[in-house]
């Protein structure tokens, strides 16, 4: 017995959905997008036409046929770009996903795209991500974990140094109850979240002296 495989979901409003082209589509009018064999389509449906469904690729929009998008053989489902692209360390395709995909999305369990960057090592990654407008550092997934947790479980240096650099919290607990510092796995990185913690503390220190001067005097 074959199997059937579920059908392709409709975008919800104000959602964008990836899909991988299957094959080549030509436009028939200045309204409508061409698109290649192996182009991302990122697909709003913002058109009241059920027919059509507002896409963008490579920089271009414009409509496509709702028939060629759900197509099992034209069209491929893509569930999470952005965080397949971070897992891999894949730059090239995240800085085209940051075009289009929230770059603070959860997937199912809960994490970011960050938090898989961090967790594979990818620095390069890791630093674009950090410094997308608004991004959440220190956003925790459903176990807890924020991506300083992740880099420092599995030892990666440099994402741990940018992720601090860029305001990390290494007091976040996860539902271990462990904080970053906890779960490091190496000494150096150890070192270098608790000299963050150090300088925190400093700082506070630092405001409640400044304080008090202001309120002796």
């Not at 059908?7 to 200045?30: I, Q």
Request: contains cysteine.
């Amino acid at each position: 017995m074959s199997e059937t495989k579920s059908p392709k979901l409709a975008p919800k409003p104000g959602r964008v959905v990836v899909y991988r082209a299957l094959c080549d589509y030509m436009a028939r009018n200045e309204r409508e997008l061409s698109v290649t064999e192996g182009d991302l389509l990122y697909i709003s449906d913002n058109s009241r036409d059920i027919q059509w469904w507002s896409a963008k690729c490579g920089g271009r929009s414009g409509l496509i046929p709702q028939k060629y998008v759900l197509s099992v053989m034209m069209a491929e489902y893509i569930e999470y770009p952005l965080h397949d692209a971070a897992k891999r360390g894949n730059i090239n395709f995240v800085k085209e996903c940051l075009e289009n995909v929230s770059a603070n999305a959860l997937d199912k369990s809960g994490s970011t795209p960050l938090h898989w960057s961090s967790h594979g090592g990818h620095s390069q990654v890791v630093k674009l991500l950090c410094s997308v407008p608004n991004m959440c550092i220190s956003a925790q997934n459903k176990i807890g974990d924020t991506a300083l947790h992740a880099a420092a479980w599995k030892g990666h240096l440099e994402c741990a140094r940018i992720l601090l650099e860029h305001g990390a919290n290494t007091s976040v607990l996860n539902n271990e109850k462990k904080r970053p510092v906890d779960v490091a796995c190496d000494l150096e990185i150890r070192a270098l979240i608790e000299l963050a913690m150090r300088g925190t503390t400093d700082n506070c220190q630092n405001e409640y002296i400044s304080e008090s001067d202001d309120t002796d005097n």
